[in-house]
């Protein structure tokens, strides 16, 4: 059995789909399986991934008509056979000794998940680390780790980290789902007993602008506020959180709430897109009183209040 299943959804990424697998392959852990499933293209891709699995035997395919990252990843666990599982974009890459590290330090801990650092790629400008890097490992409760998350001290994307496959049993990504991460990562950390951090930069995100995370629709803006929802809704009912932490906790929450919320208003069109902001405007009442936003998300909560609560 290998270390480290690697689950990599493709759906129409035949163009980069070659320089991802490349970066797999070479990693310095070789014990690993990479489960490319591809979903729903309609260019080349799946011709592309049998092509890419006669090249080396630890590569599986796995086909699904629906095209959806969430539901790949999903069905993607159901192939894999290691202790660890991971997920990568099939238009990113990773440094060569990612997983070596991240199993490492999983080991040597005694850890369910380790998240590392995030760089974004850019064609025309130097690449940007979104956090300070220094190498450092740090071995945390959940707890712990869920303050990082929820105040963005650390990333949220599902891509930087390996973790232990059974955690996935009673776990599942939300399918049909914009900013499927953010709505997820935080209910895995929860699900571990120990987890750890490197603070260095082993995923390497490319900014395209054609990515769908740069198109901007009433969808998207919807997914990402029900993110939000599902994120405060988790810190109200829980039980680890002093009051005050809650405080601090719902904070960047919040604030992502009201902002997707003045969206979704101004860009509300249909009778059902209106009814939908209405219905997702009332989860304002899980925004704690005295949290502490700026300005202007606090004219935006009024307004709310005033037209639509």
Excluded at 25 to 45: A, Y
Excluded at 109 to 120: E, T
Aim: glycine share 2%; hydrophobic share 40%; net charge positive.
């Amino acid at each position: 059995m290998s270390k480290v299943s690697i689950i990599v959804p493709v759906h129409n990424t035949e163009k980069y789909l070659e320089n991802t697998v490349r970066s797999l392959v070479k990693q310095t852990l070789k014990d690993i399986e990479i489960i490319l499933v591809e979903n729903g293209s309609t260019d080349g891709s799946l011709a592309l991934c049998h092509e890419i699995a006669k090249t080396d035997d630890r590569i599986k395919v796995m086909h699904l008509d629906k095209g959806d990252l969430s539901y790949a990843r999903n069905n993607g666990l159901k192939l894999a056979t290691s202790e660890y599982v991971a997920f990568v974009d099939s238009d990113d890459t990773v440094k060569s000794e990612m997983y070596e590290t991240l199993l490492h330090i999983a080991e040597e801990n005694g850890l369910d998940l380790v998240y590392s650092n995030i760089m974004k790629v850019y064609d025309d400008r130097p690449p940007k680390y979104i956090y300070t890097e220094d190498e450092k490992v740090s071995v945390m409760t959940p707890k712990e780790m869920l303050i990082k998350n929820f105040t963005h001290k650390i990333n949220v994307n599902a891509c930087t980290m390996i973790a232990r496959r059974t955690l996935f049993d009673n776990l599942k990504f939300p399918e049909d789902m914009y900013f499927e991460d953010r709505a997820f990562t935080f209910r895995l950390i929860n699900a571990t007993s120990k987890v750890g951090y490197i603070n260095k930069a082993f995923y390497h995100y490319y900014q395209r602008s054609g990515s769908i995370v740069h198109l901007k629709n009433w969808k998207m803006y919807y997914d990402f506020a029900e993110s939000d929802r599902m994120r405060l809704e988790f810190i109200r009912d829980s039980k680890m959180f002093t009051d005050e932490e809650k405080l601090l906790v719902s904070r960047k929450s919040s604030e992502s709430l009201l902002r997707k919320l003045r969206h979704l208003h101004a860009k509300a069109r249909t009778a059902d897109q209106k009814r939908q902001f209405r219905e997702m405007a009332k989860n304002i009442s899980l925004i704690p009183e005295n949290c502490q936003l700026p300005m202007k998300a606090r004219i935006i909560r009024r307004f709310i209040k005033m037209f639509f609560v």
